[in-house]
C-alpha cells in the first residue's frame, strides 16, 4: 500500500453460477478493433458499404473541431503552464494509467483464478474486481483531464469518486476485515463469516439493491413508462432477493442501514479498513465540492479604492499538484490491491513506479 501524506438502461440480469472461461487467456479483448487498426478497418467497411468517402481528411475535421471547442478564459495559457510546470506529474500518471488498461490490453490467466490457489477467486469476484479496475481507470483518466485545463475543483471532485472505489477495492480483496461502526467493532454474523467470497455477495446485494431503489423512483415519477416496466421491476426485485439469499437475513438488514457495499458509511468504512485518515484529509474536503457548499471560494472580493467591492472569478494551478499526488496514491493503491488478490503479475510494474508517484509528494507547492 502506498504512503500517503497526511496533512438509464437496466443492466443484463447475471446468472448467480456462470460458467468459467474454458480458454487458455481469461480476459476477452474488444469485439471492436481500436487505435489505428481500428481507423483501417472501418475505412474498409465504409467503402465495401457503397457510400461515398469523406473528402474532408479526419486530422482536419478534428482541428476545426477543436477550434470551435468552449473554453473558460485563460484555458488555453494555464494549460501550457501546466503542461510546463508538471511534466513530470503528468508523466508518472500517464505512465500509472497505462499499467491499469495493460490489465486489459495484454492479458493473462491470473494465478489466483487457478484451481488449488490458495483462496480461489470465483467469476463473480474476478468479474467486480476487474470491473472497478476498468472504472478506476476512467475516474484517474478523468482526474488527469481535468487537471490538465486547470479545473483542480472538478479533478478533486473526480478524485473524491476514485477514493471511494478504493475503499470498496480494500474492502473486497484483504485477506480479513474486522467492520466498525461509531468506533466500535460489530459482532460477527453466525454462519456467514466476512470471508472475501462473502464480501463479493454483500457488494452483489447492494448494488441490485441500489438498482431496484432507482427503478422505483422512475416508475413513482411516472419516468419509467416503458410497457415493460412491471417485468423490468420483477426482475430487479428477484435479483435483490436471490443475491440476499445468499447473505442472509443479517447481512441484508445491515445493508439497509448503511451508505456501502460493506454495510457501514464509508466513515465507518474508512476506520475499519485503517484509512481514517485518508478519509478526513483528502475524501471529505471534497465533499463540498460536490455537494455545491463551497461558493465563496470561487469568488474573490476586494474593495474599491473609491468605495463599493468587485467580485471577481479566475482561474489559477492551485490545487493541480495535489489532486495529481491524490488519484495517483488512489490509483497505485487500487492496482496494487488487484494484483496481490487476483495475482495478475504485476509486481515488478508497481514496484517500480511507487517511488515516482511518493516523488510527487515533495514537489508540491507551498500555498
Request: glycine residues 8%; charged residues 20%; proline residues 6%.
Amino acid at each position: 500500500m502506498p504512503t500517503w501524506p497526511v496533512g438509464l438502461a437496466y443492466p443484463v440480469p447475471m446468472s448467480l453460477n456462470p460458467a468459467p472461461p474454458s480458454h487458455q487467456s481469461l480476459f476477452v479483448r474488444p469485439t471492436r478493433p481500436f487505435g489505428q487498426r481500428a481507423v483501417l478497418e472501418r475505412e474498409a467497411e465504409f467503402q465495401q458499404s457503397g457510400h461515398r468517402r469523406r473528402t474532408t481528411p479526419l486530422g482536419a475535421q478534428s482541428t476545426q473541431m477543436e477550434d470551435k471547442t468552449m473554453r473558460l478564459p485563460g484555458e488555453d495559457q494555464l494549460r501550457d503552464a501546466i503542461l510546463k510546470e508538471h511534466g513530470p506529474e503528468l508523466e508518472v500518471t500517464s505512465d500509472l494509467l497505462n499499467i491499469g488498461v495493460g490489465v486489459f490490453l495484454n492479458p493473462v490467466r491470473p494465478v489466483a483464478f487457478e484451481v488449488g490457489a490458495s483462496e480461489a477467486v470465483d467469476s463473480f469476484e474476478l468479474l467486480i474486481c476487474l470491473g472497478l479496475v476498468a472504472k478506476a481507470c476512467r475516474q484517474f483518466r478523468g482526474v488527469v483531464a481535468v487537471a490538465e485545463i486547470s479545473l483542480s475543483d472538478v479533478a478533486e471532485s473526480n478524485g473524491r469518486m476514485l477514493l471511494e472505489t478504493m475503499l470498496t477495492v480494500e474492502f473486497l480483496t484483504r485477506p480479513t476485515v474486522t467492520l466498525k461502526r461509531n468506533g466500535k467493532v460489530l459482532p460477527d454474523v453466525s454462519g456467514h463469516s466476512l470471508t472475501r467470497l462473502l464480501r463479493s455477495r454483500l457488494y452483489l446485494v447492494h448494488d441490485a439493491a441500489g438498482t431496484l431503489k432507482t427503478l422505483r423512483g422512475m416508475v413513482s415519477t411516472g419516468d419509467l413508462r416503458s410497457p415493460n416496466a412491471d417485468h423490468v421491476l420483477r426482475v430487479a426485485e428477484s435479483h435483490v432477493q436471490e443475491y440476499s439469499d445468499e447473505i442472509g437475513p443479517e447481512w441484508t438488514e445491515r445493508l439497509k442501514h448503511g451508505t456501502t457495499c460493506a454495510g457501514v458509511s464509508a466513515l465507518d468504512l474508512a476506520d475499519s479498513l485503517g484509512l481514517l485518515p485518508i478519509y478526513h484529509a483528502f475524501y471529505r474536503p471534497a465533499s463540498a465540492r460536490i455537494h455545491a457548499s463551497d461558493a465563496s471560494r470561487y469568488v474573490e472580493v476586494t474593495e474599491k479604492a473609491g468605495g463599493g467591492l468587485i467580485f471577481s472569478a479566475t482561474s489559477s494551478m492551485k490545487g493541480v499538484a495535489e489532486a495529481l499526488m491524490v488519484s495517483s496514491l488512489a490509483m497505485l493503491d487500487i492496482l496494487t490491491a488487484v494484483n496481490q488478490r487476483l495475482e495478475l503479475r504485476l509486481e515488478g510494474q508497481l514496484h517500480a513506479i511507487g517511488p515516482r508517484i511518493q516523488e510527487m509528494t515533495g514537489r508540491l507547492p507551498v500555498e
